[in-house]
């Protein structure tokens, strides 16, 4: 009986020993999961916040400063109010061989391309033409309107010949491509002078060059050699 009583206390003992640990582990593993659960949390309230953060151009309804407009895409997602303009054309300088204009002011955009027009300078004009001097800055892609012929392309007429310095100048008058000739020379037939024909499309501005003496103007100048005279059938 004795014995019976010993092995039911023991067993009993043992019941309660391992009950009091299952206890104990469970109490001891309480702090890792309340971690966890609130580092969880944890995230997901940052996660929130951010989210919050952001927010598209249209909820945001923003004003934008002057030479600024509102993005095209106004309905990406931002994390601040500045983020929701573009500089306009109005704060970009044209480059060289570009003409800005009041018209693109309000475009988005930073480049000649999208800011700016192509001058007439920057066309390439064909062959025998120039760029207009007076058009050179002006907006422009055409020839018909940016081009004309060069002076080597005009034919001096009347008192005037080709005048080869003035050969690229953009210009079709005689006054602009030619230069005088001796036929624009007036020679004294007064004073006994003729013009020379062989010079007559020559460039030359002086009766010295252009013209020739007479038999009148040896006469009258008392040019001849000592011991001549003037034929009287030549002298007038």
């Known amino acids: 009986m004795t014995l019976k009583l010993t092995a039911t206390a023991v067993l009993a003992f043992t019941t309660a020993f391992l009950g009091a640990q299952a206890w104990k582990s469970k109490e001891a593993s309480t702090p890792v999961v309340t971690a966890l659960a609130q580092r969880k949390e944890h995230s997901a309230a940052t996660a929130t916040a951010i989210g919050a953060n952001l927010t598209n151009c249209v909820d945001l309804g923003t004003t934008c400063g002057v030479n600024y407009t509102h993005t095209s895409d106004r309905t990406r997602m931002v994390t601040s109010a500045d983020k929701c303009c573009d500089a306009t054309c109005a704060l970009w300088t044209c480059g060289q061989g570009w003409k800005g204009s009041v018209a693109y ?6 480049s000649n391309e999208k800011c700016c027009d192509r001058t007439c300078s920057l066309l390439k004009c064909p062959s025998g033409q120039g760029t207009i001097p007076s058009r050179a800055n002006e907006p422009g892609l055409e020839a018909s309107f940016c081009c004309a012929n060069l002076c080597s392309q005009h034919a001096c007429y009347g008192a005037w010949t080709t005048d080869p310095t003035k050969a690229q100048i953009v210009n079709n008058t005689n006054e602009a491509c030619c230069q005088p000739s001796c036929q624009s020379v007036t020679c004294d037939a007064q004073a006994g002078l ?43």
């Not at 002011?105 to 930073?110: L, Y």
């Not at 003496?213 to 000592?226: A, D, G, H, R, V």
């Open 105 to 110: 002011h309000d475009n988005i955009g930073a």
């Open 194 to 236: 003729v013009l020379d024909v062989s010079k007559a499309d020559t460039a030359g501005t002086t009766s010295n060059f252009c013209c020739l003496k007479t038999c009148k103007y040896m006469s009258l100048n008392s040019e001849c050699p000592t011991g001549f005279g003037i034929k009287p059938s030549v002298a007038a």
